[in-house]
Structures are given as C-alpha cells and as structure tokens.
C-alpha cells in the first residue's frame, strides 16, 4: 500500500495535535498533584509539612530556590519511574487514608527507613555537581569521597544515610512527638505543643480536634478560678 | 496479528528499559590514605550500628592520627562534631524533651556543653550519665544511648 505525501503529511499534523493534546492533561495532572498544597492536605502530614517549612528547602533562604515535597521523595532518573512510584503512592497512601488508620502509624520508628523514601537523584537534579565540587569544606569531600566509593557495592550509602535531618530543618522527630509521643511521661506536654505548632502554622485556620478544644478549655478554666 | 503483538511488546519493552537502567555517580580524585589493620585490633574495636552502616573504616574518624592503628587516640567532641554538627543543633534535634527539662544535650545541669564522651563511647557500650541521679527516671524520659 502506497501512502501519498499529502496523507502522510496530514497523518503527521494530526498525530502532533492529537499528542500534545493527550500530553497536556497528563502534565497539568502531574503538576497539580505535586504540590506541596496537595501533599498537605492529609491531616497525617501536618508534623512533615510543619518541619519542612522551618527548612531552608522550603525557599526561605536568600535566594528563594525551593524544593517540593515530590523533589526528594520520588525517584527523578525517569519519567517512567517517576510516574510509576507516584502512582503507587498515591493509591496506598489514598487507601490509607480512607480506610486505614494513619493515626495508629508509628512514624518515629519509620524515619528508620528513610533510606528508602528519600531519592539521591531527586537531590541531586538540584545539587548536580555536589560529588565534584571543591568549594565544599574538606570534610565534605572527604565523605562525599567515601560516598562514591561505596557506589555500586551492597554497602551503597544514600544522602540521607549522613544527611538525616534534611530537608525538614531537623525538627521532624520534635514534631512527631509532638502528635504521638514516643513515651508516656511525656503525654499532656505533647499536647500541649502540638497545639502551639498547630497554632503557629495554620494561624486564623487552625480548627482543634476534640480532644485538643478539650485541653484548652481545661487550661482556660484553671487560668481563670471561679470565685465561689 | 502476531505482529502487532510483537509491536506492542516492543514498545512496552521500550517504555520499561529505561526504569531499570541506573547511572553511577563518576570516581572521585580525592586521594584516601590506606592503613592496614590486624583482625584482632579490628575485632576489639567494633563500630556503633550507625557507623557500621556507613561502612566508616578507622581513618575515617582518626583522620591525620598517623597509619598506626595501635596508636589511635580519642577524636574528642572536635572529631564527633565535624560530622554531628553543632552541640546546639544536637539539643534542638531532641527539643521536645525540654518540655519535662529531660534533654540529655540540654540539662539543666549543663545545658549544651557536655563532652560527647560522658555518655557516648563508639568502641565499648555508651552510658547514660543521667542515670547517676536519675535512675528512676531515665528510662521514662529517653531511650538507650546510642
């Protein structure tokens, strides 16, 4: 079968057209569910998007560069991977959300695993040449050295191996106590904190759970005898 | 028909290849210096977990201490610190335990000034120095030292 130069051209227009039609939804999608907005909607992140604001990551240095939640938190070598790890996170952690119980989740003990939700390669799409760079101090070479070193062998190390406070100003694991102490002595001043963190981020938003308008009455009460 | 399953496949196969290629990071020209280590030396001296994870070999904490192993001395706060950070930042990391003023890197007694080796040992079990006065209370406000 022999196809005509005119139908050829006008089978290449249109595949163009319908192509880049096809690929404008699936980017506005990806956009839009990569915000940190998006990823904050979730009650449960509220400890993770607290520290993060406090980091410099979340562009409150001089220069303004920020990172977003899917910059270090999804694999960036390839679309393919991205958009497959993305996909998967969505459907689980959605699932959770719905029909678990992401409030029994012991996230303390989760930092753990860092290793495996944290992506070099998402740093380094920012920090390129972080592993050649001579302008960092000698101890920095000295470690990123050892770093690639260990490349490639089964005691390959990832940045947030050293690196483990990144990215959300070292204050994850205060904000996670906070939320779910670890022990039990701690309890009613957890609260008590996490009710000025709530207070402090969300400002004029800030909606109690019952159990947080509870301890504020009881505070608000002692604060105020009654005179009998 | 065949062919366009053998089409389909192909294109799957090109979709997916790229998800299990990996580019390694390039060889870096910082040059390391090499010590040897007796098994026995090494055996005596074993590493903390998180050490032992990031693969740290002597040198790595006794830099400029010499190729002599067996003359090693303690690397002090100045060693720990040049990775760990700051004693402040150290305190802040564990701020929530200043709420019942249970802070190990921010007592009351010392605040951030403590040596790191009052409590912290790599090559024999770590103390904790609270528990001389405290011993009640220490295993309700903190975890094993590490």
């Given at each position: 079968m022999k196809i005509s130069k005119k139908l050829l051209a006008l089978i290449v227009v249109i595949s163009g057209i319908v192509g880049f039609f096809v690929v404008l939804p699936v980017h506005y999608v990806l956009e839009e569910t990569s915000t940190d907005r998006f990823c904050g909607v979730c009650h449960e992140m509220d400890p993770m998007v607290i520290s993060y604001q406090k980091d410099i990551h979340a562009g409150s240095g001089a220069i303004g560069v920020k990172a977003k939640c899917v910059d270090c938190h999804l694999p960036h070598d390839n679309l393919a991977k991205y958009v497959y790890q993305k996909a998967v996170n969505g459907i689980v952690e959605g699932y959770i959300h719905f029909f678990g119980d992401p409030d029994s989740i012991n996230w303390v003990a989760n930092l753990k695993n860092k290793e495996h939700y944290v992506f070099d390669n998402g740093c380094m799409s920012c920090h390129t040449n972080i592993l050649d760079t001579t302008a960092s101090s000698q101890q920095a070479q000295k470690m990123h050295a050892h770093y690639v070193k260990l490349q490639g062998s089964d005691k390959e190390l990832k940045c947030v191996s050293c690196h483990v406070g990144v990215g959300h100003a070292h204050d994850m694991r205060n904000q996670l106590e906070y939320w779910k102490p670890s022990y039990k002595i701690y309890e009613n001043k957890m609260l008590e904190q996490k009710i000025k963190s709530k207070q402090e981020f969300f400002k004029d938003e800030y909606e109690p759970t019952k159990q947080e308008r509870e301890f504020l009455e009881k505070k608000s009460a002692k604060a105020t005898p009654s005179h009998g | 028909m065949k062919r366009l399953t053998l089409t389909a496949l192909?294109?799957?196969?090109?979709?997916?290849?790229?998800?299990?290629?990996?580019?390694?990071?390039?060889?870096?020209?910082?040059?390391?210096?090499?010590?040897?280590?007796?098994?026995?030396?090494?055996?005596?001296?074993?590493?903390?977990?998180?050490?032992?994870?990031?693969?740290?070999?002597?040198?790595?904490?006794?830099?400029?201490?010499?190729?002599?192993?067996?003359?090693?001395?303690?690397?002090?706060?100045?060693?720990?610190?040049?990775?760990?950070?700051?004693?402040?930042?150290?305190?802040?990391?564990?701020?929530?335990?200043?709420?019942?003023?249970?802070?190990?890197?921010?007592?009351?007694?010392d605040g951030p000034t403590l040596y790191c080796d009052e409590c912290h040992f790599e090559h024999k079990p770590s103390i904790n120095m609270c528990s001389e006065c405290h011993e009640h209370e220490v295993p309700q406000w903190m975890g094993v030292t590490p």
């Open positions: - | 192909l294109l799957l196969c090109c979709f997916f290849t790229p998800i299990f290629a990996n580019d390694n990071g390039k060889k870096s020209d910082l040059n390391i210096q090499k010590i040897t280590v007796s098994d026995e030396l090494r055996a005596k001296h074993t590493l903390k977990p998180h050490h032992e994870h990031l693969a740290f070999d002597c040198i790595d904490c006794h830099a400029n201490q010499g190729d002599d192993p067996s003359k090693f001395k303690n690397i002090k706060d100045e060693g720990c610190l040049s990775c760990h950070g700051t004693k402040k930042l150290l305190a802040q990391r564990l701020k929530f335990m200043d709420t019942l003023k249970a802070n190990p890197h921010n007592s009351v007694h």
